[in-house]
Structures are given as structure tokens and as C-alpha cells.
């Protein structure tokens, strides 16, 4: 395939006119690229006429004095000079121009916004693609081309299509913490060129991208859109989330990205005729990726098996699985018996939720009882509450060290795994954000996510997600699209 | 006053029968003890007839042999040896027994619920009050009696009542996380003897109580529960979370502490009719309390100013905000230009919602502006989302390391406490769970609490909260209840 996005994602050497000395002016582009190694893989061009070097970089004075050729150009420059670079670029014949800068149609002036429309009639003349203005950019991976210096450095199956900055990076940082990864992400801002529709086609052939996550605030072009988005929905999974569905997110979108936002319902009837997923909270678009990368996405109904530590926390947790309408079956007297020889009788309860979080969290029983979970029963899933209610708690009962109860929620998780494959029934683990210190939870989702477990930070996030996956699945069943995952 | 349950929660010698030697037994009242200092004020004499020595404190053979006088007695032992502990309580002259030793009536065993009311004669004729059986029992900063060995050790306004240990011990450590203290924490378990009421009646006139929290599974006496409900809500704030509303909670409440959980109709009418504030979740309970603690609880009504970084979150909290019903008036263009001399014209906005997380965050600026956000225009409180993107943004802003984040950060919280003591006007602070290590955060939040400023982990935490606020106040009004906080 060659897509003519093909070439924007790849650029062979890159220009970055209006770098700053320092690291800190925000962004910088040009720390981010070479954290990233692009500058070892390809060209790299920070333009300033004060300068003649950064960063152990030779600093060109124009776009123009950089050496041939040069394929993509990162503005940071002010909304004044915009007009001038665009000319460069299409003197210099590059490919695709990112304007990080802002200051156009977004400000409700009449003037900056036809200079905007100018900007795209001299770029769609000399063949240069525009992505923005007013947005972060890209952030490919396989190219070394992101907008900060952290982002992930291998590549992977998610491809994000943003109109905000803070919220691509958001879903980049939430997503890599659960052990996902990008093949490209782009925030394109106001988006006059390249658009929701033309990233959705791209996304739709793309081999490289397996699921879709979008954040969008406005459409201009509606038919469009909905065409592109039927086409992408029906081979692949698009999850969406809209911003400006209220009246003050509406007039907060049409400052922040020049967007007319739309109606809630027309959006929610678009989603539901092509198949796509929609989404109300960055959260629950994190959720929801998860569950489409994990067994989780080919749960077969509602009824599962809950095990959580605390017979006040199993109660919580059974009110909160009736809200999303998850059924509990009732444990047959002789499961419960099978399962009295791997969890003591005092203070748990082997009734379906399960009132036991130690005790038979280690070795050989852990995982005879996991897979009575899921085989001693007929349910569609199974969930464990893996977190344990506190410290003090945790000192109790002999895993007062990090590394202690870090061993033994890492062996349940293989015990998980390892009941999932042998039963053909989904496991989801539920961890709290702070039961442990960031750098140890980041290993451990994933991991979680390389044994193909979901895991989500609550219980009803957890509920929230299966219930949503089945509702999906049927939503797509009922307009006749295949299943995508 | 001298309420009867006083000398229960001030013993001044507790007897731990059925001690164990291993810390790691679960749980280790012995370690927990120790931990709070109780030995260094009390006597704390451990009974198990297999050891003569635990932890460097005497043991004893039986309850009997240890010297006189015993107050407060903690049961290990199997639930078959109580009947014989409760005639030596008895003889002992104990004022109270703590059963954490399970298997009563909650079982559904006919002869272990007759047992228990065995249990419940033999103490009532003996003058011992009786906690529990099945439960963690006491939690008493100001007597060093506390189930987990690192609750904090500081007292402060909030009682704990509470069927479950696990979901008390959640309460204590996600609320001492955010700054806050405690009078009194009982975990109850199945309460044939202290309970609910009894408990609520003992707050109503707790001088050290200022807030009460409670997690309740059954009510034995509705109409004794609903006297000491209203008597306790018209004084002070009472904040319940229900666990068995949904059919599959109420068959997981029945099996854990023996409770007949009842209809969430007739709950919610209870709630209405006494000033209570009935919650759907523990975070939710986590949050209610911190508004009560804070500037937020006397929000005069729905209007605020929103300020967070990124234009995109500008716009999905706007749509939060729209959910909860909070209304963001726009601002005046003087407003707006006077912003400007504050916030950098370049990718950020100064209508409301405000898209500027940093340039102003830094000495007198931020203070002026914020001032702004609570006096340039007609609002009744002033949220600001605290966090930054992520690490990578925040290195390109200047603030990589953590100290310089977490300076920031706190600089920001004193100029918010010091607008809002200046204008009058309630600010709250939106700041991830996951935007710093555990340890920075909970220093964060204990300031954020000295301060006053109430601090949620997220937008829509923190607007369901003001939006509670809002509805509880209304709802003690129409039934002529004076305002408590």
C-alpha cells in the first residue's frame, strides 16, 4: 500500500523552523526528536537565523539554507511569518508542513481565519500536505517522530486521531502505562487539510493499525466523516470520543479548535449506523482499547465469577456488577466444597462473589481454584479484585514488602493467564491506580497486557467495560458488521 | 459527658486471647497494638496458654491469670471456645469483648446463630458490652487501639461506624491519603449487641466527632436505626453508603454479616426524611467527607470558574461540568484583557473555561490571576485541574524534576487557599492519583487539607461532589434542618 499519508508518516529529514535554544520553551520539538532518535535514523534541521547550533545540531538561518531534500517541516514560528515559510515550502518542495502555531481561524477573528484558508490554497498548489494548525502533530513510532520526549519508543497496534494536543498525549500516556503501543498518532487541531475523515481512510488500510481511538470536537464536512468512519468501523474496531456534546463544551470547542461542535444525538446515531464505539471520558476510551486488546473482547455473555478480599468489598462489588447488569450464578454446593480445600474457612465466603483474597494466592492451589472459577460454574468470565485493601493489611498477612506483593499478584496474574488459556474463559483483574508506586505498576500492567488479562483500575470501571463490549458487539450484529477483534 | 460506649473506646488494659507469635497472622492485633503505642500507655497482655513470652511482652495461660483489672478483651480464638471466653469475661469483670472469631450467624447455621444469642444473654447479664462477632473491632487513635498497625496515629473529627472491616480499613487509609483524621472507627461485623444505632446515638454526642461515615449492610430495628439516624443527621453530618441495594449485593450481605439488606426505595426515603447523605461508592464517601472538611461544603451555588491546561480538557471538563449542572458564565472582555497580562497569548484561552495550565503559575502572577478567576466575574466557586499532561510535557515546560513539579504544584495550592481566603470564594484543586509518587501525593494532600482546599482525583469527581453538596443542602432545607457544617 502506498497511501498518500504514507510519505507524512516517514519522512526522511525533517526541518524544525523557530527551534529555541532552550529545552524547556513548550514544546520542545526538537528534544522530543532527538529523545525519540530520529536525528540517528534520519535528517534533522532545527532552523533559527540566531543560532548556527543546538543541541550539538548545526542551526540553519532558513528552511531554504537546509541541505536537499527536505520532506516534513515542524513550525513553532509566530502566525505573522506563516505566510513566508509556506512559500519555503513549497520552494523547497517538501512534503508536509505541521504548524504547531496557532493564532488562526480557532480565534474567531475573520481575518486569521482567511489566512488559514490561504495557507491551505498556497500548500494544495505546490503539493505540500498541512497538518493543523494549532495542534502537537505526530507521533510515529517507526519514524522517531513524536511531540515529547517520552512517548514510547517501539511501536504497536493503536493508532490515536486527536484534535487536541493535551488530549492525544493524555491517551498516548494513559495507554502506554497499561502496556499498549502506537503506530501513529495525530493531532491535527483545526484540521482544514488533513482531517477526521482522511485519518480514518488512512486508518481503515493501514496494516500497521489494528484499533482506532479518536478525540474529536468538530466535523466540517459531515458526510464526508460518516463515510469514512462506516469504512474504517467496518474492518476495524474505532473508538470515539467527542468533546463538546454540552452547550459549554460546545462554546469551549469552538475557542479551542474553531469546531462547531454538533448535536449529542445526531453524533450518537452516526456511531450507532456505522458500527463505532463511542466513548465518554478519556477513562473509559483507555478502558475500552484495553478490553479490545485482551481476551476480554471476545467475552461470550454476562455471567462471571467475582473474587475479591473483604466481604464488605464483595457486597459493594455485587451492587455494583447489578448496575451494569452482570449476573453472579450461585457456586453448586459441591463447588463450594471443592473450593473449602484451597480457601480456609475463617472470615471468607466460597459463594459466587468469592469473599477471598489469600490463602490460596500461592503455588499449585491458586490456580486449581482459579480454574474452578471459571470451569466449576457456567459463566462467561471471570474477575479478581488483585488489589489488597491497604498496607497495614498487607503486613498482616506477610507481604509487607514491595517485593513480596509485587511476587504474589505477579504469580496470581500468571495463574490467570494460565486458567484463561486452559478453560477458553476471559479473566479480568481489577488493581487500584495506587496500590503500588507507578514503576511497579507499569510492569505489572504490562505484563498483564503481554498474558493477554485485562485489567482495570475498579470494579466499575471493570463492569463498565464488559457490559459496554457486549453491547457493542450487539449494536454491530444488529446493522450486520462482521466482528472486528 | 459519660456515654456508656466511652470506657468501651478508653480501656486502660486490653487481654488479646488466642495471640499469635507470627506477625504475619491474619490480622495481628498484637502488631497492631504495638505499632500505636497502646503498650507505652496501657497494659496489653497478650493470652495464649502454648507461649509465656510474645514480642517482648508477657503471655499468659488464659484470660483468668492475667492481672486485674482486663477492660477491653480481642478474641482470636475459633468460634467453638467463645462460650467459654464470654463466662470468663464475665468473671473477669471486663467491660467489653471484641469478637473478631467468625462463624456465627453469618454462616446460616441454625445452631451457630443460637450460639450467638447464647453469646449476646451471657455478656448483657454479665454487664460486658459486646463488638462483633465477625468484625475488626476498634479503631481509637486517642487510645492507641487500632486493627491495622499503620492507621495514623493522630486523632481528628471523623467517626467510622462500619459492618465491614475490609470496607472500614478502605475508609481510613483512602481518607487519611487525603489529609483527614479520626475520633472513632468500628467495624461492627454482625452487631447483636453494639450496632448502627447505638452508634449513631454515641456520635450525636461525641465532642471529638464532627463528621460521621458509615457502611452498613442490615438493620436489625428499622425503627430504632431511623431515630438514631434523624437524631444524629440534625446535628451533624452523616454520610452512608449502603451495601446490598441490588439483589446479588443483598445475597453476598446475607452471607457475610448475616443481614436482611432491604429495598433501595425504602433507604433512599430514610435518607430524605433524616438529612442524611447517601453515597453509591466508597470514593464517592472518600470525596463527601473531604468536601465536608473543606471550603467547598458552604458553596453558595452552581456557578464556577474552570481552569485547566489544554484546550481539549477545556472542553471534555466543560461537558462534565454541563452533566453536573455547574454552569460556567462567560467572561467579560475587560476580564479577558486583564487575564492577558497574565496568560501568554500562544495556544492558550482566557474565556471560561480556562485553557492555561502554566506561564502564570510561577510567584505573584498566579495569585493575581486566580483572584481574577473568583472576583472578575459573578462565580461561587473556582476549580483548577492541578496536573500537568504528563512527565513529557512537563519537561518541556521546565518542571522535569519532581521537586520543581512538586514546588510548583504547592505554590499553586497556597495562592489558590490565599484567593480564596481573600475573596470569600471556595476554590477546589483537580489533581490525579497518579500525577506524582504515592508518597508526594499524600503530602500534597495533607496540605491541600490544612489549607482547606478541597482536592479530587478527577473533574468529574470533583463536580459530583459540588453538585451533592448543592442537592444535600437543598434537601435538609425542605425538611427544616439546620445547616451542620
New interface residues.
Given amino acids: 500500500m502506498t497511501h498518500p499519508l504514507d510519505p507524512v508518516f516517514h519522512p526522511r529529514a525533517t526541518a524544525i523552523v523557530g527551534v529555541s535554544s532552550k ?6 520539538f526538537l ?2 526528536l532527538r529523545e525519540q532518535g530520529y536525528h540517528e535514523r534520519h535528517a534533522l534541521y532545527p532552523v533559527n537565523p540566531k543560532m548556527t547550533e543546538v543541541a550539538g545540531l548545526r542551526c540553519y538561518p532558513s528552511l531554504l539554507s537546509c541541505p536537499d531534500p527536505v520532506d516534513h517541516v515542524i513550525s513553532q514560528i ?1 502566525a505573522r511569518g506563516v505566510l513566508d515559510l509556506v512559500d519555503e515550502c513549497v520552494a523547497k518542495g517538501v512534503r508536509s508542513l505541521h504548524l504547531f502555531t ?2 488562526f481561524s480557532e480565534t474567531g477573528s475573520a481575518e486569521m481565519a482567511e489566512m488559514e484558508k490561504e495557507i491551505v490554497r498556497r500548500l494544495a498548489a505546490g503539493g505540500v500536505r498541512l497538518i493543523g494548525p ?1 495542534c502537537m502533530g505526530l507521533y510515529v513510532p517507526s519514524s522517531g517522530l513524536a511531540f ?4 514510547p519508543r517501539q511501536a504497536g497496534p493503536v493508532m490515536v486521531i ?9 491517551i ?2 494513559s495507554l502506554a ?1 497499561r502496556g499498549l503501543r502506537f503506530s501513529k498518532v495525530v493531532s491535527f487541531g483545526n484540521g482544514p487539510d488533513v482531517d477526521a475523515a482522511e485519518l480514518l481512510r488512512y486508518a481503515a488500510e493501514d496494516p500497521e493499525t489494528k484499533i482506532v481511538a479518536m ?1 474529536l ?1 468538530g466535523v466540517k464536512d459531515g458526510r464526508a466523516f460518516f463515510d469514512a468512519l462506516a469504512a474504517c468501523a467496518a474492518r476495524k474496531p474505532v473508538v470515539i ?1 467527542k ?7 460546545a ?3 469552538a ?3 474553531g469546531s462547531l461542535a454538533g448535536a449529542a444525538d445526531i453524533f450518537e446515531a452516526v456511531c450507532r449506523q456505522t458500527g463505532a464505539w463511542r466513548v465518554d ?3 473509559e476510551l483507555s478502558d475500552v482499547v484495553v478490553a479490545l486488546s485482551t481476551g476480554v473482547s471476545e467475552v461470550a455473555g454476562n455471567r462471571a465469577t467475582f473474587m475479591t ?15 451494569f447488569d452482570i ?2 450464578p ?1 457456586f453448586s454446593p459441591e463447588l463450594q466444597g471443592e473450593l473449602r480445600q484451597f480457601i480456609p ?3 471468607t ?1 466460597v ?1 459466587n ?1 468469592v ?1 477471598a483474597a ?1 490463602g490460596f494466592q500461592v503455588g499449585d492451589q491458586a490456580g486449581r481454584a482459579l480454574r474452578l472459577f471459571a470451569s466449576g460454574v457456567d459463566v462467561d468470565l471471570v474477575m479478581c479484585n488483585m488489589g489488597l ?5 498487607q ?4 507481604v509487607g514488602s514491595e517485593d513480596a506483593r509485587e511476587g504474589m499478584v505477579h504469580d496470581t496474574l500468571h495463574q490467570m493467564a494460565s486458567a484463561s488459556a486452559d478453560t477458553g474463559v476471559p479473566f479480568v483483574g481489577v488493581r487500584k ?2 496500590d503500588t ?2 514503576g511497579a ?1 507499569t510492569v505489572f500492567l504490562g505484563k498483564a497486557m503481554d498474558l493477554g488479562v485485562a485489567v482495570f483500575p ?1 470494579v ?1 470501571r471493570a463492569a463498565r467495560t464488559v457490559a459496554s463490549v457486549l453491547e457493542w458487539r450487539d449494536r454491530r450484529r444488529v446493522i450486520d458488521l462482521p466482528p472486528v477483534v
Fill in positions: 529545552q524547556t520553551s513548550m514544546p520542545s528534544h522530543a509566530p496557532a493564532g494549532n515529547f520526549p517520552d512517548f486527536s484534535q487536541s494536543g493535551a488530549n492525544a498525549a493524555e498516548v500516556y502505562d478525540y470536537e470520543l468533546g463538546g456534546l454540552s452547550a459549554l463544551g462554546r469551549a470547542a475557542s479551542h479548535t471520558s478519556l477513562s478480599g473483604g466481604g464488605g468489598m464483595a457486597v459493594l462489588s455485587a451492587d455494583v456488577l447489578a448496575r449476573d453472579l450461585e474457612e475463617a472470615g465466603g459463594r462473589p469473599d489469600i485493601p491497604g498496607p497495614g493489611f503486613v498482616s498477612v506477610g491506580d495506587h508506586d507507578q505498576m475498579s466499575e
